[in-house]
């Protein structure tokens, strides 16, 4: 999971957009004085964010977000957050109490998958051939109407 962000400078009322793997790990760098970028522009505050399935969605979000399109998508958001109205999943994701409560559900669902029954190796490979002969069973009987269907359509040509 990769993440798109937008960063609110307090001291110079600047924004600064990025993307990272670890969204925690590079908001700490940010307000710690680690990134050049930003390092004169501290304290910074998490105004938004989005989270992307690859590098290459979160940069090109990135990029986006840069753009004069899509500075309107987070300028009305971040104006009515400074005015003291939460409207997005704004900084949730760095709290402790969303990790504590993260780690206890993988937990708990870790432990919930041990009492599944899973099927055997044997059962898996039985399932997996009669998939495939269904789908080749359906594939040839797709071709036999496709071939009659277009033999009676040159019947009436």
Not at 121 to 134: E, R
């Amino acid at each position: 999971m990769y993440y798109t962000y937008v960063l609110h400078s307090t001291k110079d009322k600047k924004l600064y957009v990025g993307c990272t793997k670890n969204l925690k790990v590079r908001f700490e760098d940010h307000n710690n004085g680690r990134v050049e970028s930003t390092i004169d522009r501290r304290p910074l505050k998490l105004i938004y964010y989005e989270s992307c399935l690859n590098k290459v969605d979160a940069l090109h979000r990135e990029l986006y977000l840069k753009s004069a399109y899509g500075k309107k998508v987070y300028q009305k958001s971040s104006q009515i957050l400074f005015h003291g109205v939460k409207i997005l999943k704004f900084a949730s994701l760095i709290t402790k109490s969303f990790m504590s409560k993260l780690s206890n559900y993988i937990l708990e669902t870790k432990g919930e998958l041990k009492h599944v029954s899973w099927p055997t190796k044997k059962q898996t490979l039985m399932f997996t051939a009669l998939v495939i002969i269904i789908s080749i069973g359906v594939a040839i009987s797709l071709g036999l109407f496709d071939y009659l269907f277009t033999s009676i359509l040159k019947m009436f040509i």
